[in-house]
């Protein structure tokens, strides 16, 4: 900095006047001020930090009295261990805990032993701001019912919170974990640990319940992540979240939202037999390794918009009771999940379906690509234009003719549809003909007769619609009226149309 200081004077006497006289003037002005800025910081430099034995302060505790500390090196254990026998001693839920009415805050500092604090009842806040924690620090069943701050502080060595209980709001942002355990902990109010880092082999909250929100933004995991059984009962954020090997989110509940905006897993993923009762963004996470969400139970939307699954992902057996959105996910290996969970839930997307397609073509799920492709080729009819005439074209021809080459039993149907319409077509021209030839027959002759001639007029109408009786039929067609003639030449052609999407339909699916 004092370096900066001497070229911008020096660019100041180049941009004065050339006199002799003028330079000293600037040049001393320039000195002086860079001697009055130098040396307020040498002198703090040189000060030497405060030395506190721990003795000290654990002394001021068992009194009772406010411990406050900055800018000081902490020699010694802050062990509570052999003090305990000074404090006053409360049950909570059937655990003996000693009580510390003392308000603690250390900031700014750095304890070169051991810290340990079980069971301990803290009636008072409690902060480690800035803190460097050489030692191991353990919080073993111990409550904190005013606020904690352990914000920018640096764990050298294991932090263990097992079965601690946080009744007021718990500051862990931009802390440097080793390893560390919340297992059975307690968090009552809003949680942060936002851009924290676990440099360390793990990150343990199993059991653990966030009663109020919590924050993970930034968090970064080196190790392992294991989150087994985990409750979260309000809204839970890991924007921008990484984890550098496995996470298990194992049978945990998400309550409310939970957000895995922008998240990195480069480990193994495992949401199995989780539960998101609220709606879940996966929105942009890449999941670089196999990723497993089987038996897991979605009762709001989920969201994986532009997600990227980059191996092998099993969703098997889970449960989508709203809408799931893929669109523009990226299968790079595979995706295990049936068509029947999907059916009715997926947002429409012409990317990520053709992706699925590929996918239950490549796993060589027959019925769930015929599934899939049918219901993309009718959701893909809805985004039309509504004016104009493919989208009733469409309906009426491919849809309702064969299912899109899919469903070769609609083929069946229309077959049947047409065969009758054009039976009752022939009956009424034959009527209308024996009319104007023989005169007009009774009402009970009719009758009687009905069954026999639809039967018959069935049978000219599969041989015209099969093509089989039009060369037997030629001379009876010829010898009838024009419009007879047509309706025959019409019904072959559907005949022709029809039997070839039956063909196309059935190599589609039951000979695929």
Known sequence: MWLRRIGMAKMMCCCLTRRKSAKIIVLALALI????????????????????????????????????IENADIRGDLDITEWRKDLDEIEVNGIPRRVVESEISIRNSKIEGTVNFNPIYFNNTVEFENVIFEGGVSFFYATFDKRTNFQDSTFKSSAKFDKATFNDIAYFNRVNFMDVRFRNATFNNATWFGFSTVHGEYAVFDNTFFNKSAFFTSFTVTGYTQCINVTFNDSVDFR?????????????????????????????????????????NFVQATFSDTTSFQNAHFYDTANFILARFKDRTYFTDA??????????????????????QLDGKLVYNDYFYQSLLRNFETLGQSEDWQDAYYEYHVEKRKHLPLLGFRRPLERVFLDSSCGYGVRPLKTIRGAFIVIGLFAVLYRLIEEKESVQRLGEH???????????????????????????????????????????????????????IIMTLFVISLTLTWIR
């Open 442 to 496: 009774s009402l009970k002759d009719k009758i009687n007769n009905c069954w026999r001639r639809l039967w018959k007029f069935i049978f000219l109408s599969v041989s015209i619609f099969t093509t089989l009786g039009i060369l037997n039929n030629r001379k009876s067609a010829e010898n009838r009226k024009t419009w007879f003639r047509f309706f025959v030449i019409i019904e072959v052609f559907l005949g022709w």
């Open 319 to 340: 449960v989508f009771n709203d809408s799931v959105d893929f669109s523009e996910a990226d299968i790079f290996q595979t995706m295990k999940i049936n068509w029947s």
């Open 33 to 68: 001020v860079l001697v009055i800025t130098i040396l307020p910081q040498n002198t703090v430099a040189a000060e030497d930090r405060e030395v506190i034995n721990a003795s000290e302060i654990l002394g001021n505790i068992t009194r009772g009295e406010t411990v406050k």
């Open 240 to 280: 921008w979240a990484s984890f550098g090997r496995t996470v298990i989110f194992r049978k945990t509940t998400f309550n409310e939202s939970a957000d895995f905006l922008w998240v990195t897993f480069d480990g193994q993923v495992s949401f199995d037999d989780a539960v998101f009762k609220a709606p879940v």
